[in-house]
């Protein structure tokens, strides 16, 4: 099935590598017109040189809400809009028990991956999405429904991102539809500690027996970016190979 986004434009967070990228990619090769943003714009350009379609890059931090709103300005600048926004950007500067993070590290997960989620929403809302209505979403977790020791806080801002979805989907209906993603592991080299160690091993226990690659999640994004999930809003897709399923 050949799914089309063509006159639509697409902003993609954390754009630059793993999910983020591959999101741009299909996006941009579906049509859709797609800015790439995330830290650092060397990273964004090379990402968007591999890239056919229509795309420009901008580089802001996601969790600060004067880049991020620059940021969203400058796509409806060049493009007109912003119909597709893909809340991808995440950070994870802690693993280890909960009780021991420090503060410091816990406002910095908070601040990026939920905090900024919503200003991201805010931002596209006012500046495009209000009169034009479009769609967003948002990059979450299985572990956002389950407990890993290692990433519980990681965990927690991604539980509360399925469920701000939720509340975004009604706040903003029915001109906006909001969805989430819920990926399993997925070999990028921020999860990269999670896998590498053991992926064979890990594989195994799956029942599609194999990790995620990103494409995976970016055909969840394409479908939900798309007219073929007109009457969704406020869901989370999972895509996870069937981890969630497996008690082992």
């Not at 639509?8 to 999101?23: E, F, H, M, P, Y």
């Not at 300005?73 to 597709?84: K, L, Q, R």
Request: aromatic share 4%; charged share 20%; with cysteine.
């Amino acid at each position: 099935m050949d799914v089309r986004l063509d006159g639509k434009v697409a902003l993609v967070t954390g754009a630059s590598r793993g999910i983020g990228r591959a999101i741009a990619k299909i996006l941009a090769e579906s049509g859709a017109q797609v800015m790439l943003s995330s830290r650092r714009e060397e990273s964004l350009t090379e990402a968007a040189s591999t890239i056919d379609g229509e795309t420009a890059v901008f580089a802001a931090n996601a969790g600060e809400p004067d880049q991020i709103a620059a940021c969203v300005a400058n796509t409806v600048e060049t493009f007109g809009s912003v119909d597709i926004l893909v809340n991808n950007a995440a950070t994870n500067p802690y693993m280890g028990p909960s009780i021991d993070i420090d503060l410091p590290r816990y406002d910095k997960t908070w601040q990026v991956n939920l905090r900024g989620p919503l200003v991201w929403c805010q931002e596209a809302w006012k500046a495009s999405m209000k009169q034009g209505g479009g769609t967003v979403i948002n990059i979450a977790s299985i572990g956002g429904m389950s407990v890993e020791p290692s990433i519980g806080i990681y965990n927690t801002t991604k539980a509360a991102l399925i469920h701000l979805t939720k509340v975004l989907a009604a706040d903003l209906s029915p001109g906006v539809r909001v969805n989430a993603i819920a990926p399993g592991l997925v070999k990028t080299d921020m999860a990269r500690a999670l896998w590498e160690p053991a992926e064979e091993a890990i594989a195994k226990r799956m029942p599609l027996h194999r990790l995620g690659e990103p494409d995976d999640i970016a055909n969840a994004a394409l479908f939900l970016a798309s007219d073929l999930s007109s009457w969704m809003t406020g869901h989370t897709v999972v895509v996870d190979g069937g981890a969630l399923i497996n008690p082992k």
